[in-house]
């Protein structure tokens, strides 16, 4: 400690002295306040200290920081007034969350904090889309992310080390490593000696630093700053540590032998320090006794303002309100100038038209750069917009959803592009809890659209054929598109690319190459929640949406006696209910036919909804086609079995006899 030291500053070890002891006072007070049944949930934080105040004090004040649940001193170093600290862990209005989410789990952007969501790792792609937004604005600035060593175990890390070391993004990463994940001992948790010997396997430099010097932290990581921020690249760091109490305050500390914390008790980092600065003379008895006073009567202040101000009153509206950011719409007009192309050209329009008009969109995926694209959609965007915008990834769907959080955190809107839509099912956990919960959660949007190359027709099997939309439909907070013509197709991509919200665009492979239409030339765009009335009847409503719509065309083609209106639903969230409802006023009898498997579809949500808004128009029940209940095949004998495009008619005429 103390040739390391020399080099700082009376001043800054003081600080850093009083920056220790503000959580660890505030813990000692929620350790109280637990017993008397006034604080819930605490994870404790106590001995691992230094961690926290030590990466928050090398940072810049505009650098952001992504601390987890034992990171107090993140904040308290941050100077986020402790009455709103208090008010967010006890609910109240003055936190950060309306109530809606607790303890850590919360941003700021007040203060360049992001707080994690539970499942610990999506943390560590945030900061790798953080740390790309300054790295294209060329700012010299990181980012620093932690992670407990049990989290090292989720492919979110070595997703997110991979990324960082690839694009060389200045990203801290620090493992605080404090034996124990819940009851898991590191033996049980990783096999190697040390967990910074991983930063070899990615390229990346890393470091072993004593977790409980505050000094050693402090200098070391000022250097390693200092030297990212001029010569951007990431850095893996171990802190050892300990947690010297339970995993939270309820589940005790059974299963760690006592030796364990008699050994690390010694070299409690508060304690330490505080012995040295004694022994230099920088800090004696009353100076210290002083402190420990001013900041008690800071936290006694500030728990009386939380106390006395009143709880949270629900509010229905408030709460359905906050789910989206508010985005007002913006109408572009579709030229009268039109082309003849195919869906797949009018997505790529509709993209590269938008790159044009947004210099801050950025688009991920993979084989997407030079390559095209599995699909060709992004052919010759290279060239036209450069790779820093046009980014090949590594195969790592998690993390690039999370990264794409990260830069909207930054201000960048993103397209992620699923090689298939399949595949979203590795990036599925960062976009049911991160992108969709987030403004609900701290009123932060997720700029990001994450288009869908999906659908059945092309005998791919099980995993490059599905059509999912029912994962996400159920999802509050995201947004799900699913056009059936190239011209819907570009407007609404336009759309999506210009809402805040996270936006799930479905693109039916099958329609890619098969269906041409007269285009409009220009930039323009198709509002969300209109339904396209595409064809006008009066004996039956059909709704579909994607690949379904035309399956419906061909059997009206078909049938030529049959009069019906065909719905395209176009956007399935939001939903145009009022259009169903005025041609289920006029026809009496309604068909939806849906790609998917029936179960948990569209379809049955939507009958619902026309059972109980409609009976009274109904003259037949709600008719719902599907594809039966299995995965999908692959033969072509068995994918036309599997698909409702053959029942489709036969229902139909069923439902005209009723
Ligand atoms: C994906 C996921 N799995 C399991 C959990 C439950 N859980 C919460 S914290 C935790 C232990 C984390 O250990 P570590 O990363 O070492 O951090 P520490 O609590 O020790 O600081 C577990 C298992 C979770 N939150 N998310």
């Not at 599905?466 to 570009?490: R, S």
């Not at 006008?536 to 006696?561: F, K, M, R």
Request: negative net charge; aromatic residues 10%.
């Amino acid at each position: 400690m103390e040739v390391q030291s020399q080099i700082l500053s009376q001043d800054i070890l003081l600080d850093l002295y009083k920056k220790l002891l503000k959580p660890r006072l505030i813990e000692e007070k929620m350790l109280i306040l637990i017993r008397q049944g006034k604080v819930s949930k605490w994870f404790s934080g106590m001995g691992q200290e230094a961690i926290a105040v030590g990466v928050t004090s090398i940072l810049h004040n505009d650098e952001y920081i992504l601390p987890m649940h034992r990171n107090l001193g993140v904040f308290t170093s941050r100077n986020i007034p402790l009455s709103r600290l208090f008010s967010q862990w006890q609910g109240k209005p003055n936190g950060f969350t309306k109530g809606r989410d607790r303890s850590f789990h919360f941003g700021t952007q007040e203060f360049n904090i992001v707080g994690m969501i539970s499942h610990l790792g999506p943390q560590l792609g945030i900061a790798d889309g953080i740390a790309l937004a300054h790295k294209l604005r060329k700012e010299n600035k990181i980012t620093a992310v932690f992670t407990g060593e049990g989290a090292t175990s989720e492919g979110d890390f070595h997703e997110a080390l991979n990324v960082a070391a690839v694009w060389d993004l200045p990203v801290m990463f620090i493992i605080e490593n404090n034996g124990y994940g819940l009851s898991t001992p590191t033996r049980e948790q990783y096999k190697c000696e040390n967990l910074a010997d991983k930063g070899i396997g990615y390229g990346m430099e890393s470091h072993i630093i004593d977790g409980n010097n505050i000094v050693e932290v402090y200098t070391k990581l000022h250097e390693i700053a200092e030297d990212m921020r001029q010569n951007p690249h990431p850095v893996l760091i171990e802190m050892k540590t300990f947690r010297m109490r339970g995993h939270e305050e309820a589940s005790g500390t059974k299963y760690i032998p006592q030796e364990l914390f008699e050994e690390w008790k010694i070299k409690d980092p508060i304690t330490r320090f505080n012995n040295y600065l004694t022994e230099m003379g920088i800090l004696s008895e009353e100076q210290d006794a002083q402190l420990k006073k001013e900041i008690k009567e800071e936290i006694d202040t500030h728990w009386k303002i939380t106390q006395d101000e009143a709880g949270l009153e629900a509010n229905l509206e408030t709460e359905l309100n906050d789910v989206y950011k508010p985005y007002e719409y913006q109408h572009f007009e579709a030229s009268t100038e039109t082309k003849n192309i195919r869906f797949i050209d009018a997505i790529s329009e509709g993209l590269k038209q938008s790159f044009e008009r947004h210099e801050n969109l950025i688009i991920m995926g993979q084989d997407i750069a030079e390559y095209g694209g599995a699909f060709k959609v992004t052919e010759g965007f290279v060239d036209a917009f450069g790779k820093e915008r046009v980014r090949n990834t590594p195969i790592c769907e998690s993390i690039i959803v999370s990264s794409a959080a990260g830069l909207s955190i930054n201000k960048y809107k993103s397209v992620v592009e699923m090689q298939f839509a399949d595949f979203a099912s590795t990036g599925f956990n960062p976009i049911v809890n991160l992108l969709a919960k987030q403004h609900y959660r701290w009123g932060e949007h997720a700029d990001v659209v994450v288009r869908m190359p999906c659908g059945a027709g092309s005998g791919a099997g099980p995993f490059h054929s599905q059509t999912n939309e029912a994962w996400f439909t159920k999802t509050p907070g995201l947004k799900v598109v699913y056009p059936a013509f190239p011209a819907d197709a570009k407007g609404l991509l336009n759309t999506a690319i210009n809402d805040p919200n996270p936006v799930i665009f479905f693109e039916h492979k099958n329609l890619y190459r098969s269906k041409s239409q007269d285009v409009p030339a220009n930039y323009y765009t198709i509002p969300f929640g209109q339904a396209s009335l595409i064809k006008e009847g009066n004996d039956v409503t059909i709704i579909s949406y994607g690949a379904g719509v035309h399956w419906a065309l061909d059997t009206l083609t078909n049938n030529p006696s049959i009069s019906a209106d065909l719905i395209d639903l176009r956007t399935l969230q939001p939903l145009d209910y009022e259009t169903i409802r005025k041609s289920v006023q006029k026809t009496n009898r309604v068909v939806i036919l849906q790609e998917d498997s029936m179960f948990g579809g569209i379809a049955s949500d939507l009958s619902a909804w026309i059972m109980e808004n409609c009976f009274e128009y109904l003259d037949a029940p709600v008719k719902r086609v599907a594809s039966i209940e299995t995965p999908i095949p692959f033969m072509d004998n068995l994918e036309a079995q599997y698909l409702p495009k053959e029942r489709f008619e036969k229902e139909l005429l069923v439902l005209l006899q009723f």
